[in-house]
């Protein structure tokens, strides 16, 4: 059974941090591209961040670059995003996805929320 389960979301004052994780279970985690979206309600799913299944490449948004990093341990079977400097405006649902090839699997989310 696939299943990917995100954790570390909650309500952070702006220019906080957060740290999300990601376990993965049920699928061959290395052969995986890893990435996070985030949504807010009315507006698609955006992609936040993603990284190559070696872990050797990432890109993020550019809305978010230099304050977001993702990172995997495939060991772990765990992906990671390190938020910093967080503003309002990164207020979502955030989702881990895995992809590879025709499969594509998705977490329940977790929300971030950025309020003072």
């Known amino acids: 059974q696939v299943q990917l389960v995100e954790s570390g979301g909650g309500l952070v004052q702006p220019g906080g941090s957060l740290r999300l994780s990601c376990v993965a279970s049920g699928f061959t985690f290395s052969n995986y591209a890893m990435n996070w979206y985030r949504q807010v309600p009315g507006k698609e799913r955006e992609l936040v961040c993603t990284?190559?299944?070696?872990?050797?490449?990432?890109n993020c948004a550019d809305s978010v670059k230099g304050r977001f990093t993702i990172s995997r341990d495939n060991d772990k079977k765990t992906v990671n995003l390190q938020m910093n400097s967080l503003k309002p405006e990164d207020t979502a649902v955030y989702y881990c996805?895995?992809?590879?090839?025709?499969?594509?699997?998705w977490g329940q989310g977790t929300q971030v929320t950025v309020s003072s």
């Open positions: 990284i190559t299944p070696a872990g050797d490449m990432t």
């Open positions: 996805n895995a992809k590879y090839r025709i499969y594509n699997h």
